[in-house]
């Protein structure tokens, strides 16, 4: 699958941005969608994913209540809607998919084969 991501920007604190992740080729039955961060200096986290087949999402508990992750099967695109943003969300964001869900293994960076090129998200105090 090729994911394009966008949306990103600068954005005071307390605002909202939304991204969005448009898949070609795999996006049905069990593949997981995902959101990952990485800051500069820091390792690449996880920030919220979907099963696709039944629009279940989890989210890590750094964003739980600010941020939700959507999908739209007509489009193949998923969203990221980001609110009550905070200086520490600034990172790259990547969309990244895999063939299948496993919930022990939603969160592991290299169960992941495909990714997107990233978007900067930049959030000012």
């Known amino acids: 699958a090729q994911l394009v991501e966008s949306g990103g920007g600068l954005v005071q604190a307390g605002g909202s941005l939304r991204l969005s992740c448009a898949a070609s080729?795999?996006?049905?039955?069990?593949?997981?969608m995902a959101w990952f961060r990485q800051a500069p200096g820091k390792e690449r986290e996880f920030v919220a994913a979907i099963r696709w087949s039944l629009d279940y999402t989890y989210s890590a508990d750094s964003v739980k209540g600010r941020f939700t992750m959507s999908r739209d099967n007509a489009n193949n695109t998923v969203y990221l809607q980001m609110n009550n943003l905070k200086p520490e969300d600034t990172a790259v964001y990547y969309c990244a998919t895999k063939p299948a869900f496993h919930i022990a293994t939603m969160g592991a960076v290299k169960s992941y084969d495909s990714w997107g090129q990233g978007t900067q998200v930049t959030v000012s105090s």
């Open positions: 080729g795999r996006t049905s039955g069990s593949y997981t």
